[in-house]
């Protein structure tokens, strides 16, 4: 089993900056995909960034050029770094994660965090 402590979510204005981490724990033998998601009311959850663990990384268009995601492998954490926040960004954020539990494991296993409310007030 796997734990996801997520944390860093709040109240900010619009213009403003906040960064996420989630940090995993348990069984786990490698980390493959780390991610973020987010939920707003009334809406589907979406992919907001995902970083590989060659670090390759991908974005949603509406969060491109304002989001960082990073990874400490070390510390089996994952970043969000997300700069000039809009009301829209508003929304529930989940850590995701893919792990290998053993060397060999033939599958890999996906887990979410809690969720942590993010809210930009205008």
């Known amino acids: 089993q796997v734990q996801l402590v997520e944390s860093g979510g709040g109240l900010v204005q619009a213009g403003g900056s906040l960064r996420l981490s989630c940090a995993a724990s348990g069984s786990i033998f490698s980390i493959n995909t780390m991610g973020w998601f987010r939920q707003a009311p009334g809406k589907q959850r979406e992919l907001v960034a995902r970083?590989?663990?060659?670090?390759?990384?991908n974005y949603a268009d509406s969060v491109k050029d304002r989001f960082t995601i990073s990874r400490d492998n070390a510390k089996r954490t994952v970043y969000l770094e997300m700069n000039r926040l809009k009301p829209e960004d508003t929304a529930v954020y989940y850590c995701?994660?893919?792990?290998?539990?053993?060397?060999?494991?033939?599958?890999?296993?996906?887990?979410w965090g809690q969720g942590t409310q993010v809210t930009v007030s205008s």
């Open positions: 995701n994660v893919k792990v290998l539990p053993r060397l060999t494991s033939p599958y890999e296993y996906e887990y």
């Open positions: 970083i590989t663990n060659a670090e390759s990384t």
